[in-house]
């Protein structure tokens, strides 16, 4: 098994108080220590999950792993990646930032994203970033004006829409078609012939693609990677120039539920490895440098988000809503994509009789604001502390201050050991940028 195949974090036990425990910490003592909603990372989980990847690729010497930061992004979790020999993913000035402060080799990061700005493609050139993925037409001339008057060769794949289709929620799926992400395959040839004619201060070295997220089928990737590689082979024969790398993004599916199965990294690797080589004979190349950018599967099972349970309410002969401190504010996915979530009382996560079928209610103004549809607790009560496993990724990097409220500190476990990584939101923090003009003084 490998660690994305797991719901809650490797450390999570029981212990003698019968509370859960991850990382050899008592989760009801954090949330008194540290108040609720609290993010708590268990920094094993995600050493392993490095791991796992590191061994499962390692049959490919050319793998670059890089690390998707949009799926969460701290100093603190940057430097644990950073330390594993991961590279990463950067879509944005504030993730660029945050990668450079936690001490990053820069020349290990690659800039993605559809829109990116001229301050922060001028950001990613001053700090140094390896890899610039150019999305589209725009950028090309953009990007190449700007590395023209700083009088730099910026390094760039493109970044390319492979036309395939995988069954996640329409809103996380980004290889089909009608994308708004990357050049069509028929633009591909416009785009090489810009940089080859136009960009003199552009170095095309491979293309890139992202198939989607959360994806259990492995067979896509084999496709991409059939598409890729023949259209690198075609490029390098029609110009007459070499492209050695292929990024085949990121992807790899989490457990949230028992009923989720997401591929282990060895199976995906297989996947890749295999049709990679497969590639490289039938078209007689040298290996390409392979990039993935996995996300998702690197951070989201080491993650638990803690809330205390405050009111409930019996709608008579309906639903049972329970009441947490948090909600869509914290942990958006549930009302944007009808995410799935597993949960226990981490006071009492193994009784099991006064089992009751409830809904875990957020404390935002919005019906849709619903954690966790139809869930049986053991007579969950107000002061019990409710642990929601599987938030590590997209939960705190998508986290809002809705209804002006203070987004959650985390916490990050191991060895008995707990640190705060992220503080928790002070009122102060949150007028912190309001500014009242002189006439209303
Ligand atoms: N590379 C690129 C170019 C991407 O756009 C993404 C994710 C990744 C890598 C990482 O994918 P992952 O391994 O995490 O699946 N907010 C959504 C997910 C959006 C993913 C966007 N792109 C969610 O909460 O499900």
Redesign the pocket.
Known sequence: MSTNQSIKPLSTHINSLGHLEIGGCDLVSLAVKYGTPLYVLDEYTIRSICKDYKKSFSAYNNTRLMF?S??LCTVATSKIISDEGFGF?VVSAGEIYTVYKSGTDMSKVIF?GNNKSREELLLAINLGVGRISVDNFYELSLLNQIAEENNVEVDILLRITPGLECHTHEY?Q?GHLDSKFGFDLSQIDNAVDIVIRECKNLKLHGLHA?LG??IFEVSVYGDAIDIIISEMVRIQKKYGIILDEINI????GVRYTETDNPPSTDQIADVIISRLNAAVSEYDINPPVLFI?????IVSTSGVTLYTIGSSKQVPNGTKYVAVDGGMSDNP?PSM?Q?LYSAVIANKPDVLDALQNVTIAGRFCESGDVLIKNIALPNPSSGDILCVFNTG??NYS?ASNYNRVQKPAMVLVNNSQSDIIVLRETLDDLISHDAVPSRLV
């Not at 993004?249 to 790899?252: A, D, F, H, N, Q």
């Not at 950018?293 to 599967?297: L, T, Y």
């Open positions: 998707a949009k799926s993913d993605n996380i980004t992202h997220s959360q993004g990121g992807g790899l950018e996995p996300g998702r599967s996915r994509y995410a990724a997209y998508m």
